[in-house]
């Protein structure tokens, strides 16, 4: 069987801006912080430079020096208030999720997160949402040595799946997450949230969507068509 036609058996998810449309939150609060400090981030330089990435990645290249761990945390927990003061009364999940969600359970296709996104911040969306259940394996930055472009964090969490990466499906909406998820080995839809839909191309998204209601009848056949798993 050619791989454009094997079975997709697992589902990992990104979180922010992919499961939510939560970056220019994001954005907005790294931006807002760089500005503090006198440093020159615009919005579209973090989505490419450090969606995706550690913060204890980001904060040191943002700054231009080595940055000692207790400031790397006091930085990020600026930050991260921050941006969930800006997001909590947006919170919701992106366009179509919660019903794909429910396709993947109703078939018996396992799913998990692979995020950079801190413990607060998967608290946020997860508890305050009430999908944290729905998942059966959530993986965060610090569960993993790097973070994306690297593609620990998606094959660690198809271990946690016991799955092969090349038989999972991966959601993404940053250039660096659908490296990471090639990277891995696994098959990429992007999602055109923060970046355009060339960018996402070209760094290797298999197909690139708006949202989770607009899934290619192809790639819907690989997902759901195998119920004997």
Same mark, same amino acid.
């Given at each position: 069987?050619?791989?454009?036609?094997?079975?997709l058996?697992?589902?990992?998810f990104?979180m922010d801006g992919?499961?939510v449309?939560n970056?220019?939150f994001?954005n907005?609060?790294?931006v807002s912080?760089a500005?503090?400090?006198?440093?020159?981030?615009t919005?579209?330089d973090?989505?490419?430079r450090?969606?995706g990435?550690?913060?204890?990645e980001?904060?040191?290249?943002?700054l231009?020096?080595?940055?000692?761990?207790?400031?790397v945390?006091r930085?990020a927990?600026?930050?991260?208030n921050?941006?969930?003061?800006?997001?909590?009364?947006?919170?919701?999940?992106?366009r179509? /999720?919660?019903?794909f969600?429910q396709?993947?359970?109703e078939a018996?296709v396992p799913?998990?997160?692979a995020t950079? $996104?801190?413990?607060?911040?998967?608290?946020?969306v997860?508890?305050g949402?009430?999908?944290r259940?729905?998942? /059966?394996s959530?993986?965060?930055?610090?569960q993993? *040595?790097?973070?994306?472009?690297?593609?620990?964090?998606?094959?660690?969490?198809?271990?946690a799946?016991?799955v092969?990466? *090349?038989?999972?499906?991966?959601?993404?909406?940053?250039v660096?997450?659908?490296?990471?998820?090639?990277?891995?080995?696994?098959?990429?839809?992007?999602?055109?949230? /923060?970046?355009?839909? $060339?960018?996402l191309?070209?760094?290797?998204?298999?197909?690139?969507?708006?949202?989770?209601?607009?899934?290619?009848?192809a790639?819907?056949?690989?997902?759901f068509?195998?119920? /004997?798993?």
């Amino acid at each position: 069987m050619t791989s454009a036609l094997a079975p997709l058996r697992a589902v990992v998810f990104d979180m922010d801006g992919t499961l939510v449309d939560n970056m220019q939150f994001h954005n907005e609060a790294w931006v807002s912080f760089a500005q503090k400090l006198g440093l020159p981030l615009t919005a579209n330089d973090f989505q490419s430079r450090f969606a995706g990435r550690k913060n204890e990645e980001i904060i040191p290249e943002l700054l231009g020096r080595p940055v000692a761990p207790d400031e790397v945390e006091r930085i990020a927990e600026e930050k991260e208030n921050h941006y969930r003061t800006l997001y909590r009364p947006h919170l919701k999940l992106h366009r179509g /999720a919660e019903a794909f969600i429910q396709r993947l359970k109703e078939a018996h296709v396992p799913a998990a997160i692979a995020t950079a $996104a801190p413990q607060g911040n998967r608290e946020l969306v997860l508890d305050g949402l009430g999908i944290r259940p729905l998942f /059966a394996s959530i993986v965060g930055a610090e569960q993993v *040595t790097r973070g994306k472009p690297a593609p620990d964090i998606f094959l660690a969490a198809a271990k946690a799946l016991g799955v092969a990466p *090349t038989e999972c499906l991966a959601f993404e909406d940053a250039v660096l997450g659908i490296i990471s998820a090639r990277e891995a080995g696994m098959t990429v839809v992007g999602l055109t949230t /923060a970046a355009p839909e $060339a960018d996402l191309r070209k760094a290797g998204a298999h197909w690139v969507v708006q949202d989770f209601t607009q899934l290619p009848p192809a790639l819907e056949q690989r997902l759901f068509s195998a119920q /004997a798993r």
